[in-house]
Nanobody, 117 residues
Framework: QVHLVESGGGLVKPGGSLRLSCVVS????????MGWYRQAPGKQRELVAS???????NYADFARGRFTLSRDYAANTVDLQMNSLKPEDTAVYYC???????????WGQGTQVTVSS
């Protein structure tokens, strides 16, 4: 059973930085995409950034240049470094894992990020 556990959310002032971390446990195999989504109140969940099993990176337009996704293969973590945060980045951020062989989607419990002065 795959489990995703996020950490690192919190309250930060505009212009500040946060680093989110997601630990993936339980093991998996085959092609995959893992990354981060976010959902602000009253809005749909949206992709922030993802990395594929061939290390291809994908960023949402709002994240490009400010956010950096990285994966630690040994620790099986995927981190999101967020810089130059804006109030509109306020949302619950979710770690995501898509497994193509089993056609399954896995989510973490979410971590709140609030950007406010």
């Amino acid at each position: 059973q795959v489990h995703l556990v996020e950490s690192g959310g919190g309250l930060v002032k505009p212009g500040g930085s946060l680093r989110l971390s997601c630990v993936v446990s339980g093991g998996f195999y085959g092609a995959f995409t893992m990354g981060w989504y976010r959902q602000a109140p009253g809005k749909q969940r949206e992709l922030v950034a993802s990395i594929g099993s061939s290390n291809e990176l994908n960023y949402a337009d709002f994240a490009r240049g400010r956010f950096t996704l990285s994966r630690d293969y040994a620790a099986n973590t995927v981190d999101l470094q967020m810089n130059s945060l804006k109030p509109e980045d306020t949302a619950v951020y979710y770690c995501n894992l898509e497994l193509y062989l089993t056609r399954s989607t896995h989510w973490g419990q979410g971590t709140q990020v609030t950007v406010s002065s």
